[in-house]
Each structure stands twice: as C-alpha cells, then as structure tokens.
C-alpha cells in the first residue's frame, strides 16, 4: 500500500484470523480453469452448518487431492506460495521455482491445445458478504509463463464488484494486502491448508520459519509491518523534504549565528560601556581645561610678584622690627622714666650750671645797665609805675643772688667740667620725640605686619591655585591617556562590530529564509512526527500481541498435542518470539531432540497446525490433504476427533483407505457435502479430472 | 652713704658690672624673645626706665644672680647717654656723693621692679600684644 503525498495513512483494519470477532470465514467454490488435472472445476461447496463443518472429498493417490489444495493456496497467495508458504527461501531460485511450478500446473492438453490463460477462482463467504479471489496466468505460445501479466482480481458483495484500487496503488499488491485482511495472511496459510504426506516437515527445518510467520500471520504482523514500514517511509520523505530547512548545515549555521550574536551582543556591550566612559572623560577633560583657563590668567607671574612683595614686605618688617627695637632701646626708656623726674634732674642741672658760671659784682653792674636801659625806653612810664618796677625787679634781682641750699651740695659733681645744657635740652625734648617715634615706628610695623599678612593670604591663594593647577594637570594627562585608550578600544569594537554585522548579515538572511521554509514545511514535518510516532506505536502494539500470542499458542499447542497423542513424553510446549520451540518433558528436561517415530512427529506436527488455527480462530477454514497418513488408529482417532470438534469448516482430502470404515462412522454425522475426484488418465499426459457428488462406494479404512 | 669709696666718676661706669635677680634675668630673657630686641640690655633699659617713674625707692635686689650687662651696654656708649642714665638715678635716689656700688645696687633694684612691671605690663594689660604693649607703654609717657 502507498501513501498519498500529503496524507496519513488510516489505522489498519482489523487483521482477519487475529480473533474470532469476525465471525467465520467459508469456502464456498472453487473454480479452475487449466490448473494441473483439472481443464475446467466448478466445484461448490455448502453453506455453513456448524453441526455439520466437514466436507469429504476423497480421491485416489494421483487423482488431484494436493493439485485441489494447491489451487486454493496458489489463487489466494500466488507467489507468496512459494515465497512464505512452501519455502521461506526468496532467492532467484525460488522465484524460478515458481516459473517451474506454474508452468508444470498448466494442464498440459490445453496448453498444447493453444490456451494461454489458467485460472483459480475462490469464492468466500465473510461476514463482510461474499468475496471471490480469481488469479490469473498467462502464458506465450511457447508455453513460457509471462509473469508481468499475472493477474489477480478481488471481487466483493452480491453482485461481485471489483474492489476498486485506490489510486497511485498497484492492483496486484492491493489484493493480495485485502486477502491477507479480510481473509488470512499468507503466513497463516500452512497452518490451514495443508498436506498430511507433508505436514511432518513442519517438525523439520521450517519449522521455526513456520511458527514465526503462524504467530505474524495471526497477529497480522506482515501487514502492520508493512503500514509500519510505510509510515517510516513517509517520515522519511518528509524529512528529506525539510532537510534543507532542518538539516545538519541548517543546524551549523544557526549555531554559528548564535555564537556570532553573542559576540555581537557582548561588543555591543563592550562599546556601549567604552562609549559611556568616552563621554565621561571628554565631559571631565573639558572641565579640567575650563579651571585650569581660568586659573592661568592670575596665577604664575602674580605669584611671584607676590613673593617679590613679600620678600620685600618683610624686609621692611625687619627694618620696622629694628626700628622699634632702636626706639625701644633709646627713646622709650628714657620717656618711661616719666615727666616729673626728667624735670627735677634738668632743674637741678640748671642751678648747679648757674652757679658755677655766675658771681654778684658781674650781677650788680649789669643790674645797673638793665635798669638805665629800661628807663630810656619809650614811651616813658609814669615815674610813680617806673619806680614801682625798678624797686621789683631790684628785689628779685636781689633774690635770685642769694645761693640755694642745693646748689651748694652739687649731687651731680661727675658731670663737673661737662656741659650740662645739651643734657637738659634731652630730657626737655624727651616727650615730643617719643610720641613722633612711637607712632612712626609702630605704624609702619603695623603697615608691615598687615602687608605681610595680605601677602601671606594672597601668596597662599596663589601657591593653592598653582598646587590647584599643577593637580588638574597632572589629572588632565591622566583623563587624555585614559581618553585616548579608551577610543583606542572603541575603534577596535567598531571595527570588530563592523566585521560581526558584515558577517552576520548575510547569515540572518539564510535563517530568515530558512525559517520561512521551515514555517512552510511545518505541516509535512509535523505530519512526519505523526506518523513515526503512529509507527512507533504499531510496533509496541505488535510487540505486545506477540508476546501475548506466543503465550497463548504456547498453551494451545500443548495442550492440543496433549490431546492428540497418546504418549505424553511432552509435558510442555513454549512457542518462543522467535518462532522457536522449546519443548520440555515432566521434570522439565529439554527434549527437542527427541528421536521420535515418523507417526509422533507427524501429530506433533498436527499439534501444532491445530493449535496454530485455533489461536487464528476456530471458525477458519482447514484443509487437509490426506490428514490421517501413517498415523496409527488411535492417532486417527484423535485426529478425527478433532476435526469434528471444529466449529469451522474442515476439508478432508482422503483417499480410499483413510477416512473409511469407522473412521469414516466416526465423523459421518459432521460431513455436511462428499465429493469424489474422477480421473481420466491421458493418453500421454496428466489426464484429467473432475468432481462429483458422493463419496467412495466403499472405503478400506477399518 | 659709705664715705670710704672714692668718688663716683662717670668714665667708672662704662666698664662696670651691672645684673640683677635672677628671676628679672629671665623675664628679661623672655621680654626679649617676645618683643624680637636684639640685645639683653633692651629690656633691661626699658626696666630700669619704667621703675624710675616711681618716685618711690625701690627695694633692694632679691638677688644679684642675673648675668652681667657692661654699663657702656646698659647705658650706652656715648657720654652724655651715661650722664643722663646716672643723673636719673642719682636724681631719683636723692642722695648726693654716690658712689659706684651704690649706683650698681640701685641699678639691680630698678631693674628687678622694672622688668616685674613690664611682665606685667604685657602679660595682664597689653594681652601679649605687642601693639597695645608698645602703644601702652607710650601712652604712659604722653600722661
């Protein structure tokens, strides 16, 4: 089965043989046209009447039993006959093999009467309603099977429509998925229709192949394997649709990107900070020039203006310092001395300077003169007033003559022979001269001191903003080379960015393209999710019926085979995933390798082809070509037993001496049709055969 | 007065000895720190100058342990500075015929009361400023 492009496949139809919920499946006719002993076979078997599951048909060896059952198997699997029911070998040779098989089935009288065509027709009742299966071959003129022109046809309903093939489906490959569906896959066909002569072969080399394909075919694991296998296909394409959108490269280059971005996003990083610091330090610089502008105007050459005053004002303050020093030490002391004192010492120096320079007669005689001269004065005095200041100035004249008692003693005799005017003329003049000095001194040294001090004040402003300068410009080569590098950084980030987004452009583009696909691819890559996960979920699901049909197969057959044979050497029978069988006796010994007789083989074998069915569904039709071969009665029995136990149909294909006599009495009350196959030999041929009503006259078997 | 001295001659004086107490000596020492004057005699003259407004005598020297000031440096070099310095004291003494050990004694006496006054002068009146110390002192003599 395909998928078409955009669409995901249903969930499988329920698998025919995996339960009985279906209902039963009955071979209603056979129709044959060429195929091996039978030129033309219509044969039309009965309803179904579950007390009555049995068809007989009987024939002699070589009159077309196993050509009958082959029919049925090879119209319903074709060469899947080959392939998974008779052989499990798909080699060339196989394929030639079925070549060989079905030009060797091709009745030869046609053949070489010119026909070309051989055909089987089966027609089925389901509880779907009807369904008939016709498979043809065709052949060249030579006989040579043209094996592209086989053709397979799936007829359904009352009026047996041709299913229709879904489109873009190859017919053939449909049907033969819809017989495996609605009637049973071709890995369950050996354990339906079978060759009693053959069946111990199922014990051999097959049989794990076998067991496998019963245990797949009940479970439909071929046609879930297949949806399984479909849907990872599907995936796939889709996948391989979204590579270029979600491919390894896409993943590279989306990582790429991202690294790149992220490089871009930390330089980005790096210049907005770099950036940030640039500002900073070219809005400090700034600052630092504007101060130091302003304070270059006034600063050096005032400053040493300013110290040159200083040195200056201070030189001044020393000669102020000495001055008062000398004024201290000359003027003041003696100005301390005070008034009174200074006074006393000059009166006293006077008298005793007077004393020594003067005598009475020099006195009298210049009296005289004095008196002659004031008289001569004009305008005259009164002679009354006249006399009166002659006889005054006579009586002090007289009392400035008279010694005084001091003058005698002379205390200040060390200063005999010096002279004392200048002396008194010093401590006279004493208080002018201090107040001139004090006030000249000690006002200049206040104008000195206060220079000084404006000075010290204005020189250590200047010395501040010199220092001031001197730190803003050591602060500003600082902030320059701080500057200088970090736009040195910012060139180099610009550079970098400028490469990144160079690089990165381009690269966008393709992941902006990418994802636009991606978004269009979406619907396909989730439809793609969806059904690998639908697949992963089939294969749990098989997985699990597996193990739970093994199981059950597992105690179906021992217990089938308990039934069937009378030695009970087998104790248990497992079924292993496999296909494998591990067989154990009552005390649990492994006896797979048991040297067992042709006839315990042969119902272990039968064992299994039963147990296989019945886990199928009871209701499944079985055919058996001679089924009782060289079993012992008891064996028979068993078998027989069986066989009419079954509530689905059973076809037995007997000869003479197989199901006769009391075998035959003993499912007689279950055989609903009996037919017999009449062959005319050829004269240098197959011969040919054809189906009649009723059963041998008399059967051997006793 | 002690007659057995020879008289007092003025020439004596320029190479005589002059010092005071102790504790005078080193007021005058920090007087002269303080007022930034070059010699010893400085505040010593300034001392003896303001005790002789005193018309009171002064008491005798505690002690004679300050150094010595030479008279030519307490008095000065010139002979009519000496006359004048000798003539206040003999003048203030009221004696006459002094002799040279009474002139050295009264000199310690006025020195020591002196230099007292001036500390005074400057560390209670003048507030250690040397300004109102020098304007105070001025004062004083304008009065």
């Known amino acids: 089965m395909l998928l078409g492009e955009d669409s995901v496949p249903a969930t499988a139809a329920p698998v025919a043989g995996a339960t009985d919920s279906r209902g039963p499946v009955l071979l209603r006719s056979i129709t044959a046209r060429n195929w091996a002993v039978y030129r033309r076979l219509a044969l039309e078997l009965p309803a179904h009447d579950p007390d009555r599951p049995i068809v007989l048909i009987g024939g002699r060896n070589g009159s077309g039993k196993t050509s009958l059952l082959s029919a049925i198997v090879f119209a319903l699997f074709g060469r899947l006959a080959i392939r998974d ?55 060249g003129d030579d006989g040579k099977f043209v094996e592209d022109d086989e053709e397979i046809m799936l007829r359904i309903g009352d009026d047996m429509d041709l299913l229709s093939v879904p489109p873009d489906t190859v017919p053939s490959t449909y049907y033969q998925e819809e017989i495996a569906r609605r009637l049973f896959p071709p890995g369950l066909a050996p354990f339906l229709f079978f060759d009693g002569e053959q069946v111990d072969r199922l014990g051999g080399r097959h049989l794990t192949d076998q067991l496998r394909a019963g245990v797949d075919g009940l479970i439909g694991a071929p046609y879930l394997r297949q949806v399984i296998a479909d849907l990872r296909d599907y995936a796939r394409d889709r996948g391989r649709e979204a590579n270029p959108v979600r491919g390894e490269s896409s993943d590279a280059v989306e990582a790429e990107t991202a690294a790149l971005e992220r490089r871009e996003s930390e330089v980005g990083g790096v210049l907005t900070a770099v950036e940030s610091a640039v500002t900073q330090l070219r809005a400090r610089r700034d600052l630092i020039i504007a101060e130091l502008g302003r304070l270059t105007g006034d600063t050096f050459a005032n400053l040493q203006d300013l110290l040159e005053q200083q040195r200056r004002t201070e030189a001044e303050e020393a000669r102020a310092r000495v001055a008062l020093a000398g004024f201290a030490a000359e003027e003041l002391p003696l100005h301390l001395v005070g008034r009174h004192l200074r006074a006393r010492l000059s009166l006293r120096l006077g008298e005793e300077e007077r004393a ?93 001191e206060r220079a000084r001090a404006d000075l010290s004040r204005r020189i250590a402003e200047q010395r501040g903003s010199s220092e001031r300068r001197e730190l803003l410009q050591i602060e500003l080569q600082s902030v320059s080379e701080a500057l200088e590098a970090e736009e040195r950084v910012r060139r180099d980030v610009d550079r970098e960015l400028e490469h990144l987004r160079r690089v990165l452009g381009p690269k966008r583009e393709a992941i902006r393209d990418q994802r636009e696909r991606l978004a269009s691819a979406l619907p396909s890559l989730g439809r793609a999710d969806r059904a690998t996960e639908l697949a992963t979920g089939l294969e749990r699901a098989l997985q699990l019926a597996a193990d739970e049909y093994t199981q059950h197969l597992s105690a179906t057959v021992t217990r089938t085979y308990r039934q069937l044979a009378h030695k009970n050497l087998i104790h248990q029978i497992e079924v292993l995933h496999d296909g494998g069988l591990r067989v154990a006796d009552r005390g649990g010994r492994r006896i797979e390798n048991l040297d067992a007789s042709a006839g315990e083989r042969h119902v272990f074998a039968i064992s299994l082809l039963a147990a296989v069915a ?42 003479a001496e197989e199901v006769g006599g009391r075998y035959l009495e003993q499912i007689d009350a279950r055989i609903a049709a009996r037919f017999l196959i009449e062959h005319e030999p050829g004269i240098d041929g197959p011969g040919e055969s054809r189906l009649i009503e009723g059963y041998f006259a008399r059967a051997g078997a006793s | 007065m002690n007659r057995a001295e020879p008289a007092l001659q003025l020439v004596d004086l320029l190479r005589t000895d002059f010092r005071t107490s102790a504790a005078a000596e080193a007021l005058g020492v920090e007087l002269q720190a303080i007022l930034c004057l070059p010699y010893r005699y400085h505040p010593a003259r300034l001392a003896i100058g303001l005790s002789l407004r005193d018309p009171a005598p002064p008491p005798p020297a505690s002690d004679l342990l300050g150094k010595v000031i030479k008279g030519e440096a307490l008095f000065g070099h010139e002979e009519h500075d000496l006359a004048m310095w000798l003539g206040l004291l003999v003048e203030h003494s009221g004696k006459s015929g002094v002799s040279r050990r009474f002139i050295q004694d009264e000199v310690a006496a006025h020195w020591e009361r002196g230099m007292h006054r001036l500390w005074q002068q400057w560390t209670n009146d003048a507030k250690s400023d040397l300004h109102t110390f020098y304007s105070l002192l001025t004062q004083s003599v304008a009065e």
């Not at chain 1, 080699?91 to 070309?116: K, N, S, W």
């Open chain 1, 85 to 139: 029911i008779f052989t499990q070998d798909r080699t060339l040779a196989q394929r030639f093999a079925y070549r060989q098989t079905i030009e060797a089935v091709f009745h030869r009288p046609a053949r070489d009467g010119g026909e070309t065509v051989m055909s089987l027709t089966l027609r089925f009742d389901t509880t779907d309603g009807p369904l008939e299966v016709e498979r043809r071959w065709y052949f």
């Open chain 1, 356 to 448: 020594r320079t003067t005598s009475a007669a020099d006195s009298d005689s210049g009296l005289e003169r004095f008196l002659d001269a004031f008289a001569a004065e004009v305008p005259a005095l009164t002679a009354e007033v006249h006399d009166l200041v002659v006889a005054r100035v006579r009586s002090a004249w007289s009392r400035w003559l008279t010694p005084d008692p001091l003058a005698g003693e002379m205390r200040h005799h060390y200063l005999e022979g010096r002279p004392r005017t200048a002396l008194r003329l010093r401590l006279d003049e004493a208080d002018r001269r201090v107040r001139e000095r004090a006030s000249q001194v000690l006002e200049e040294l206040a104008r000195c």
């Open chain 1, 614 to 655: 019945e886990v199928g569904g009871m209701s499944l039709p079985v055919i058996m070509d001679t089924p009782l071969g060289r079993l012992d009665r008891e064996h028979r029995e068993n078998i027989l037993a069986y066989c009419a136990a079954r509530r689905g149909q059973t076809l037995l294909l007997s000869h």
